[in-house]
């Protein structure tokens, strides 16, 4: 279907250790894939996304990989810090430009 | 400069009444959407306006409706209000459609 499965719901790591979170789709005419990270009581925030020519794309301890041959991309986040706590969204852009959204991940770092 | 900016904040109705959201994008974004979160349904799309035009509508009863002003400003409506209405609506903006979306902080709904 047109859905998007996010993995895993919760994730809990290390302060300084790394997280990452997948996202698997099966349409493959989708062409852009942005990951938004939501704080509480605040919008989702745009964090890095990609586009389907591309196979990676790092923004410092932020990164993204996209495999289309399999439908996944994930989010990769090195030096894990306090302030990553959010709840992390991925989505896939649709045929008429709209975002399918992943159900989201709690990222928790531990101190 | 200054992002989306969602009017009011907090709101809490009652069952039967109707509501108006207000959305002001971010100066020079054209495109505004409107989203629906819940905890168990997530993120779901309502509608987006782009140059006044409803351009794109999701899977929500006739009871939702919006426009869009030719300042960009945007308004959505909810008549009849149900109990499951009751989430965080989100607005956002965008130059255009091949761009990144910009969100507000959202107004939450509660309907009793």
């Known amino acids: 279907g047109e859905n998007v499965e996010q993995h895993p719901s919760t994730l809990s790591v290390q302060e300084g250790d790394s997280a990452v979170i997948k996202c698997t789709y099966s349409?493959?005419?989708?062409?852009?894939f942005p990951w938004y990270k939501q704080e509480l009581g605040k919008g989702p925030q745009l964090i890095i996304d990609i586009r389907s020519n591309v196979g990676e794309k790092k923004d410092q301890r932020i990164a993204v990989t996209l495999n289309k041959t399999a439908k996944h991309f994930s989010l990769h986040i090195t030096e894990t810090q306090p302030e990553d706590s959010a709840v992390y969204f991925c989505a896939r852009e649709d045929s008429n430009y709209q975002l399918i959204w992943g159900a989201g991940t709690k990222l928790i770092i531990k101190p | 400069k200054a992002g989306v900016t969602q009017t009011p904040r907090y709101l809490i109705k009652t069952r039967g009444q109707q509501v108006t959201l207000s959305c002001s994008p971010i100066s020079g974004h054209r495109s505004v959407s409107w989203y629906q979160q819940t905890p168990g349904q997530g993120l779901q799309f309502l509608f987006e306006y782009f140059s006044e035009t409803q351009r794109n509508k999701g899977n929500f009863p006739g009871r939702f409706s919006g426009r869009q002003f030719s300042n960009s400003r945007s308004e959505m409506n909810v008549s009849t209000l149900e109990l499951g209405d009751s989430a965080l609506y989100l607005c956002a903006s965008r130059v255009q459609e091949i761009d990144g979306y910009t969100f507000g902080s959202g107004t939450r709904l509660t309907v009793v």
């Open positions: 349409d493959s005419a989708s062409n852009y």
